[in-house]
């Protein structure tokens, strides 16, 4: 079995696992290696996995009737997402799609149950991981509709410095280039409304873009057009 390399500045969203529960998992789960633009699953199939990314990018997806795609999350090397439930069968609501080549490992449900019956301490920071994971999601929600399509995409840049930033001069630099049709994709808004809003924003000296990478100049004033309720990090992120 691939031996996993623990990397505590990656997975951000295995905050409340320990190296020793990461470990644990290593030798429940199975490797897949899935090539870029295939799915890990569909909406409407049944819910009964973790996937936890070795190595690669996988972008969650929801599709809406009037044929409007919104990512609700991106995953790095080191994060772990999926669903389960013991009480009653659930489907997928939304598509796993993998940005690149990835290495993939599959923790099935009806293992996972061994080793939490197994090892109390280890179902308790699944509830914590739980709980992180729905803290997450209602954050994000709750920037796209309170606050408008403005409100969102500042909501997404302050994500994005969290996960993907560094520092530059005065300013914070997003390591993540991403295109303004891709913005729109996490926000339910076109690349020519974005493309509007960012003007707006570089008009007012508190975004600019170098090389095709974002830089935010002022992160003060974007959170106060999205009324930011300053999160802690682990749940502000991408």
């Known amino acids: 079995m691939t031996e996993l390399t623990l990397d505590r500045t990656i997975n951000q969203n295995t905050f409340h696992l320990s190296d020793k529960t990461l470990t644990a998992l290593t030798e429940i789960m199975y490797e897949q290696h899935i090539e870029a633009g295939t799915y890990l699953f569909w909406e409407g199939d049944t819910a009964d996995k973790l996937f936890y990314i070795k190595q690669g990018n996988v972008k969650l997806i929801k599709g809406t009737s009037d044929g409007k795609e919104y990512i609700l999350n991106m995953f790095d090397s080191g994060d772990l997402f999926g669903e389960l439930s013991s009480f009653m069968s659930i489907n997928y609501s939304y598509n796993a799609m993998a940005l690149t080549d990835c290495v993939i490992g599959v923790i099935q449900q009806k293992d996972l ?50 996960s993907y930033g560094e520092s530059y001069g005065n300013g914070i630099r997003i390591t993540k280039k991403v295109k303004n049709g891709e913005l729109g994709e996490y926000i339910g808004a076109t690349r020519e409304s974005v493309n509007r809003m960012l003007s707006d924003l570089r008009g007012k000296e508190i975004v600019s873009q170098e090389k095709g990478y974002l830089i935010i100049w002022d992160l003060d004033e974007l959170k106060d057009i999205c009324h930011c309720e300053n999160c802690p990090l682990e749940i502000c992120r991408m």
């Open 113 to 162: 149950e061994v080793l939490l019956w197994q090892h109390g301490e280890i179902a308790v920071e699944f509830l914590k991981w739980t709980s992180l994971l729905n803290q997450i999601t209602q954050s994000k929600l709750r920037d796209l509709t309170f606050h408008g399509k403005l409100g969102a995409l500042c909501s997404t840049l302050i994500r994005m410095a969290n």
